[in-house]
């Protein structure tokens, strides 16, 4: 069974500081996505991480994979009052017709 | 491009009742994958469904079934309705053809509220 976990599971920053949220899975896996979810609404994609070593950003968020810990990151510069949301990272299951397996996701607050 | 769509957007049902959900994928998708997710939980798999046929099943029990039609949207049916199916249901839909990532794009998603 694929097990995925987040840390933190809360974060509470500062604007202007920079942290990094720790997404951990159990068996093999080389495909990793990135989700924001604001309250009450859907999944909006971040990113999507294929190879060991991805590394890809958009603004102030930058997400990276290392297949051989099993381990991908997501790193905040500069927070904003807008990155505050909460973040999920989802790896697939090949066996289950690539279904995404999710962490319970970082609930994000960014406070000034 | 018309992007997933979802309805109802709001469900009360009371316990024992049954309950259909619909999803239209995005134009050119012939994946579609359904997510439960509990409030202050992350999405946990249902089922998918590419062309027409159950592609993998997660851990839910048989009285989740879906569908999915010729034109590639798909039903959730939940029988037997019970308190703990309160939740968010959400629908991805995806194109394996489409390239290598299979990202999937979600819908808004349909709040079902079990009294």
């Known amino acids: 069974e694929l097990k995925v976990e987040q840390n933190p599971l809360f974060l509470s920053m500062q604007e202007g500081k920079n942290y990094t949220i720790y997404c951990n899975y159990s068996t093999t896996s080389d495909r990793l996505y990135w989700y924001r979810q604001d309250p009450g609404k859907s999944l909006e994609s971040l990113f999507v991480l294929l190879s060991n070593g991805a590394v890809k950003q958009e603004g102030r968020l930058m997400a990276s994979l290392d297949t051989k810990a099993r381990l991908s990151t997501l790193h905040i510069t500069a927070a904003v009052h807008d990155l505050s949301a909460t973040y999920f990272c989802a790896v697939v299951l090949t066996n289950s017709g690539y279904a995404l397996n999710f962490g319970k996701g970082t609930s994000l607050l960014v406070t000034p | 491009e018309t992007g997933v769509t979802q309805s109802p957007t709001h469900l009360i049902k009371t316990r024992g009742q049954q309950v259909t959900l619909r999803c239209s994928s995005q134009s050119g998708h012939n994946t579609v994958s359904w997510y439960q997710q509990a409030l202050g939980q992350g999405p946990q798999f249902i089922f998918q469904?590419?062309?027409?046929?159950?592609?993998g099943r997660g851990n839910f029990p048989p009285r989740f079934s879906g569908l999915q039609f010729p034109n590639y949207s798909s039903e959730l049916n939940v029988n037997a309705l019970e308190l703990d199916d309160s939740a968010l249901y959400l629908c991805a839909s995806s194109s394996p053809s489409g390239g290598f990532s299979y990202e999937q794009y979600f819908g808004p998603g349909t709040r079902l509220t079990v009294t």
């Open positions: 469904y590419y062309r027409e046929e159950e592609n």
